[in-house]
């Protein structure tokens, strides 16, 4: 208890090293989580909506994503680490892959899901392109984009501490494994605290951010 | 007028995941004008949407195409703007922003003020001000379907498609928006084609009512006009005199329709026996007097006596049900009024030309021409009566009605009035309703007077609605009243059976005019399944003395319904090419170059004469001299075209040559 107890009352103290606070641990983490993730966002609804609205792509890309989806986060690591020869990028390597399948694969949904009723709006007013996306097809998309990003950091959150572990340096990851390493039990407890807390607070992110952008409608 | 779209001879055909093969529609061809209000009605599934989605090409055809304004259709475009069944509002945007994405998309080339204005003009054309800035979540049901109409109508679409508009709506919003669309598209002149399951729906917007038969094999069924003049009001238009009857028309063809899909499990295949090709006869009647001799023919077993085993007698609920039900092959035969053969054959009304034939004529005079109450009394008692109190009250229509075009109800009182200087169509409006609602259109005061046959003006005098002006002995006695009918096709397939038939019925007709017969056929008729009228009313005339209503005393009236007597059976060129002189002066059909031949080949008076003799009957006709009306204007059927010249008052003449050889059955 007394061992820990700096941990509890002081979040912020910083040593050097590796020995920093618990704040600077899941900062860190939430650091490679944000860039991991926010390059799964961009690219996985790019990509998302390019396979949902075309059939061919669909159907040539569909089964791949479906393999993919189902591999472990850390079975990517090794790869990582031998492409980037570097702990950190492998790490936001890990998030980016983790998070981009439930996210293409709700974006792709999303589109094919769009009332054929605004398509044929669409058809019969011609609408150009650049319309079409921006007023129909993305805003009748993004409820399902919501829906990809929230299962997205959920994954990315837990691949992180798993990566983490693996890789070494600062992040909420190491300090547990650090911490069993060195039996420090307690801190390992205070550390699975904030690692729920944390997830918890971004899963309640997108939620929040969600209902700013979805129309009172398309709320479920 | 112009065609404006047409559709043209449209066939779609759906693929089946078992390989096979859905014919959803075939042969659907139909010409829309510019302005035109049509409205499709059908059962769900009879691919009334699917015809729509083509017309708006969302949807592509099998074969055959669209064709609007000479260009053709092959995908969906704003100048057939649709509104959905579910309205389609793209519910992320305000109202405004729903039209504006139409408007700023469609007219790209206005500027924007320009745009806006029009937008401003549409939310307020709707009366949605207050509404323009919420989202269509924040609106109810009519409010969205409103947003929908003001999103269509903004683009300025040249041809207006609406799905179901207002199918999910409450009673009243529906009443509310109905009007709205009403005034609106009478205001731009927009033309419109409407899906719908709403009769009255249907009668209140749309110049013309398109009958879809159910599928598959959906095709169209019956065209029905819808003569209300407009401007129109919701009240007035029910008050019109053809309202109802127009109604029954669409309710008794949807009915058809889904007693024909019950029946499709098992098709009609002629039934052969006793040495005739088809004993089974579906027979059309009209609940009237004069459908005695089938009544009798059925009653009395006289067709199994000929043979024919299996004959339903079928009433229907008007002459144009009888003409329909005959020309689809629902019916086998009918009795129909004496200028259906001749009309149906020449194509009356614009209609398809069916070649027909008459064998046997069934009846002669019955009818009466009755007026209101109101106008007796008004001092109305005869012809010139009735010229002076129009020309009284010019400012008024007085509606007068007939029950079909080619009946002769319609070509006796419009001779009838022409005579006293009435023009039928412009000092008076005759219009068409069944005989079984001549009464109660009078007592609603919806029309001022009809020509029709009993018991119905036995019927207004009785209570006390209407009086009798005049009856056929006053005008022509012993005209041709009601016919047997049946096509020329089918009297080439089953030659035997319409001998059976003509001599069952010939039968009948001597059965009817032996006065000791005639308290039995009274009876007969009463039945509900039949006419359906008291016995009293129908005694009138057809055995007792017939009160006019005038105060004078009932009198007895020599063959006021005449089924045999004084050679009545023989079809009568003569009387044929009077009729086609008559059709042709009121623009109902044009006159054939080819009179006699047209008038020699519908009709058979070899058929008559072949059942005559067998049945040991007189097997000749009348013989053959002019007709001569009340008027004493002689009519001599060898130059029928001059006597067309000495009426004064007449339509345009149109003198075709009728190739009948050329006309499909």
Same mark, same amino acid.
């Given at each position: ?30 650091? !490679? ?35 993919? !989806? ?41 589109? !094919? ?108 | ?33 510019? &302005? ?7 059962? +769900? ?37 649709? #509104? ?52 269509? &979540? ?30 999910? =709506? ?45 599928? %598959? ?36 063809? =949807? ?20 040495? =005739? ?38 009433? @229907?609920? +008007? ?77 008024? #229509? ?12 319609? =070509? ?11 023009? %039928? ?13 001549? #009464? ?23 209570? &006390? #609605? &209407? ?13 041709? @009243? ?72 009932? @009198? ?69 001299? %002019? ?39």
């Amino acid at each position: 208890m007394t061992d820990t107890w700096e941990l509890i009352v002081n979040p912020f103290f910083n040593y050097g090293g590796t020995d920093k606070g618990l704040f600077w641990q899941v900062l860190t983490s939430l650091q !490679r989580v944000a860039l991991g993730f926010s390059l799964a966002a961009i690219v996985g609804v790019a990509l998302g909506i390019l396979v949902g609205t075309s059939s061919l792509m669909y159907s040539a890309l569909d089964p791949l994503f479906q393999v993919l !989806r189902t591999v472990p986060p850390l079975a990517w690591l090794p790869i990582s680490l031998a492409a980037f020869q570097q702990a950190n990028p492998s790490a936001i390597f890990v998030i980016f892959i983790t998070a981009i399948w439930p996210i293409i694969i709700n974006t792709t949904e999303g589109v !094919r899901q769009i009332p054929q009723d605004y398509n044929n709006v669409a058809r019969v007013l011609r609408l150009s392109k650049p319309v079409y996306f921006l007023k129909v097809l993305f805003p009748a998309t993004v409820p399902y984009i919501f829906t990809g990003l929230r299962i997205g950091i959920g994954l990315s959150w837990l691949a992180i501490v798993a990566a983490e572990m693996l890789i070494g340096g600062v992040g909420i990851g190491f300090f547990i494994w650090d911490a069993w390493n060195s039996s420090r039990i307690s801190d390992i407890i205070i550390a699975i605290v904030y690692v729920g807390v944390v997830g918890l607070l971004l899963d309640r992110l997108i939620v929040f951010i969600g209902s700013l952008v979805l129309p009172e409608e398309q709320k479920k | 007028m112009a065609v404006f779209v047409e559709v043209d001879h449209i066939d779609r055909v759906f693929k089946l995941p078992d390989g096979g093969e859905y014919i959803a529609l075939k042969n659907i061809d139909l010409h829309i004008h510019k &302005g035109e209000f049509v409205s499709l009605v059908g059962h +769900s599934g009879c691919g009334k949407s699917t015809l729509l989605n083509i017309l708006s090409g969302l949807d592509q055809p099998s074969a055959g195409g669209i064709v609007l304004e000479g260009r053709q259709v092959t995908e969906p475009g704003p100048d057939r703007m649709v #509104v959905f069944q579910n309205y389609s509002l793209l519910p992320w945007l305000t109202v405004r922003q729903n039209i504006e994405l139409a408007v700023d998309q469609v007219l790209q080339k206005h500027p924007k003020p320009v745009r806006r204005r029009l937008v401003d003009h549409h939310i307020e054309l709707v009366g949605l001000q207050k509404a323009a800035d919420k989202r269509p &979540g924040q609106i109810s049901g009519g409010m969205k379907q409103r947003v929908a109409i003001a999103r269509a109508l903004a683009i300025r679409p040249k041809l207006l498609l609406l799905d179901e508009p207002f199918g999910a =709506l409450d009673a009243l919003t529906r009443g509310g928006l109905q009007e709205q669309l009403m005034q609106i598209c009478q205001e731009h002149e927009v033309t419109c084609v409407m899906v719908t399951h709403d009769v009255d729906e249907a009668l209140l917007l749309s110049d013309r009512i398109v009958l879809m038969t159910n599928g %598959p094999e959906a095709h169209v069924g019956q065209i029905v006009e819808v003569p209300f003049p407009r401007p129109r009001e919701r009240m007035e238009v029910v008050k019109h005199p053809n309202y109802y009857s127009l109604r029954n028309e669409i309710v008794y063809f =949807l009915n058809q329709q889904k007693r024909a899909k019950q029946h499709k499990a098992k098709p009609v295949v002629a039934v052969a026996a006793n040495g =005739l090709e088809k004993v089974n006869l579906e027979l059309g009647l009209i609940p009237l007097t004069d459908c005695a001799p089938l009544v009798v023919a059925k009653e009395k077993g006289l067709f199994e006596a000929n043979g024919l085993s299996q004959v339903t007698l079928n009433r @229907e609920p +008007s002459w144009n049900a009888i003409a329909d039900g005959v020309t689809s092959g629902r019916l086998d035969a009918a009795m129909m009024v004496a200028g259906m053969p001749l009309g149906l054959t020449l194509g009356y009304g614009n209609q398809r030309p069916v070649p027909m034939v008459t064998a046997l004529t069934l009846s002669r005079n019955g009818n009466a021409i009755t007026v209101s109450r109101r106008l007796y009394d008004q001092g109305v008692r005869s012809l010139a009566d009735l010229k002076a109190a129009i020309d009284r009250r010019p400012d008024q #229509v007085h509606t007068l009605a007939a029950v079909h075009p080619t009946s002769m109800h319609n =070509l006796l009182l419009r001779y009838w009035l022409a005579s006293g200087g009435i023009d %039928p169509d412009r000092d008076v409006s005759v219009t068409v309703i069944p005989p079984a609602q001549m #009464v109660s259109n009078l007592k609603a005061g919806t029309i001022d007077g009809y020509c029709v046959g009993e018991p119905w003006n036995v019927r207004a005098v009785q209570e &006390g #609605v &209407g009086v009798v002006m005049a009856i056929d002995h006053d005008i022509w006695p012993g005209h041709i @009243e009601k016919v047997l009918g049946v096509t020329e096709a089918w009297a080439n397939q089953y030659p035997k059976t319409h001998l059976a038939l003509v001599k069952a019925l010939l039968e009948a007709c001597e059965y009817c005019d032996d006065p000791r017969n005639r308290e039995e056929i009274i009876d007969l008729l009463a039945r509900p399944e039949y006419v359906g009228a008291d016995p009293g009313y129908l005694r009138q005339g057809f055995l007792g003395p017939y009160d006019r209503g005038d105060g004078r005393k009932p @009198e007895s009236i020599l063959h006021y319904n005449q089924f045999f007597t004084d050679k009545a059976n023989c079809p009568d060129v003569t009387e044929a090419v009077w009729i086609m002189t008559q059709m042709a002066r009121w623009g109902i059909t044009p006159f054939p170059r080819n009179w006699l031949e047209v008038a020699e080949r519908i009709k058979r008076t070899d058929i008559f004469g072949q059942a005559a003799r067998e049945l040991g009957l007189l097997d000749i006709g009348r013989d053959r001299h %002019p007709i001569q009306l009340f008027d004493g204007i002689p009519f001599n059927p060898d130059h029928p075209l001059d006597y067309l010249e000495r009426l004064a008052i007449k339509r345009d003449l149109r003198i075709e040559e009728i190739p009948l050889d050329a006309l499909k059955a």
